[in-house]
């Protein structure tokens, strides 16, 4: 279902958190579980992979992730402030040190201000500030567009890694 070299990144992410200790969760809408899919696809996930949350319709994200629906309607969700509430919701709302959120576009279907291949992405790290990171993979299908934002996620995910090493690693004199 996934290439090797996708499957190879999420590898090595789940050893990564597996040494630093961390358990990781997904908020996802455009990539519909991808990333949970291909997290849970390699065996001993559950070490480090403690939920998923797919809330891919505006109710979902209000009601599995407790997203304001006003907060959704004025700023449509696909957009920094949801992928930023998708990923502080995701943490809050398991045992995980470090979420990460996907909403976009997947295409078709689109608009000049929210194209296809408009994908928002947030990072939460328990102690840190949430990051938000847009990407504009352009309309190259749905398919395409579902598995570039799996590799960004999983990207993310390494980030949150990197972030929390830093506080636990001691700084030499």
């Not at 402030?81 to 689109?110: W, Y």
């Amino acid at each position: 279902m996934f290439s090797e070299q996708l499957t190879q990144k999420a590898e090595q992410f789940l050893d990564d958190a597996r040494t630093a200790g961390i358990m990781a969760a997904t908020a996802e809408s455009c990539t519909g579980g991808l990333v949970a899919a291909l997290l849970t696809s390699i065996a001993g996930a559950s070490d480090v992979y403690e939920r998923g949350f797919v809330t891919y319709t505006n109710e979902a994200k209000t009601e599995l992730l407790g997203i304001p629906a006003a907060i959704i309607t004025a700023n449509g969700a696909v957009s920094a402030e949801i992928a930023k509430r998708m990923a502080t919701q995701c943490l809050l709302k398991s045992n995980a040190d470090i979420a990460v959120s996907v909403t976009g576009i997947a295409g078709p279907g689109s608009d000049s201000r929210k194209p296809a291949g408009l994908v928002y992405f947030g990072l939460a790290v328990r102690d840190h500030p949430v990051r938000v990171v847009c990407k504009r993979f352009g309309d190259r299908g749905r398919k395409e567009v579902r598995l570039a934002s799996v590799e960004t996620a999983l990207a993310l995910f390494e980030q949150g890694v990197d972030l929390i090493a830093e506080i636990e690693t001691p700084v030499a004199d």
